[in-house]
Each structure stands twice: as structure tokens, then as C-alpha cells.
């Protein structure tokens, strides 16, 4: 049964940095693709960051390219994303996704399973 629990969320003021955690289980991480979505309250779910170690591929949403980071550690089955230079607009429930449903232009746009979400608010 794939489990995916996100942490490390919380508030942060404009200009700071957040990491956020992972912890999956239930598949081969090191085989699968993996992402990060932020979820805004009326808006459509967002992909941030993809990730498919195997073929050593990352994807940005460009409105965080140059801020964010998208890693795993296979050993500890943990995905990351971290964040910096935060801005207002960062502000959302952050998603952890993992094995890639549907993929455009080469990226995967949705997946088989999410986890529950960790809310990241960032003040001006």
C-alpha cells in the first residue's frame, strides 16, 4: 500500500527558505516519479516540482524555477523540496505525489497517489 505523509510546513516571512519532507513507503521510490503540487483554496492544483531519479529529470513550474529544489534520498525513502526566497504567492497546501499517471511535453501531469498535504503560508 503506498503511503505518502508530507511535514515541515508552517509560516515563514517573505525572503525565507522552508524544506519540506516526504516520508513514502509501499513502492521503489529510486524506480518512480515523484512531485510536489500546491493546493490554493478556488484555484486548479498546481505542479511545482517533478522528479524521475532513474532518468536523472527535474521539472519546474516557472514560477519557482531558480527558488526551488526537488530531491530524494532512495536510503531513506524520503522525498524534499526545498524553498527559498519565499513569496506571498507560495502560499498553499503542498502535495506529495508519487507514480506518474499522465505525463505532457515529457513531464508528468498527474499521478496515482498524493498524500494529505502539509500548508505552507508565506506573509509579506
Known amino acids: 500500500q503506498v503511503q505518502l505523509v508530507e511535514s515541515g510546513g508552517g509560516s515563514a516571512q517573505a525572503g525565507e527558505s522552508l524544506t519540506l519532507s516526504c516520508a513514502t513507503s509501499?513502492?521503489?521510490?529510486?524506480?518512480?516519479?515523484v512531485g510536489w503540487f500546491r493546493q490554493v483554496p478556488g484555484k486548479e492544483r498546481e505542479g511545482v516540482a517533478h522528479?524521475?531519479?532513474?532518468?536523472?529529470?527535474?521539472t519546474y513550474a516557472d514560477s519557482v524555477k531558480g527558488r526551488f529544489t526537488i530531491s530524494q534520498d532512495n536510503a531513506k525513502n524520503t522525498v524534499y523540496l526545498q524553498m527559498h526566497n519565499l513569496k506571498p504567492a507560495d502560499t498553499g497546501m503542498y502535495l506529495c505525489?508519487?507514480?506518474?499517471?499522465?505525463?505532457?511535453?515529457?513531464?508528468?501531469?498527474?499521478?496515482?497517489?498524493y498524500g494529505q498535504g502539509t500548508q505552507v503560508t508565506v506573509s509579506s
Open positions: 505525489a508519487a507514480i506518474c499517471r499522465s505525463t505532457s511535453n515529457g513531464s508528468c501531469v498527474d499521478y496515482f497517489y
Open positions: 522528479l524521475v531519479s532513474l532518468f536523472g529529470r527535474t
Open positions: 509501499g513502492f521503489d521510490l529510486s524506480r518512480n516519479a
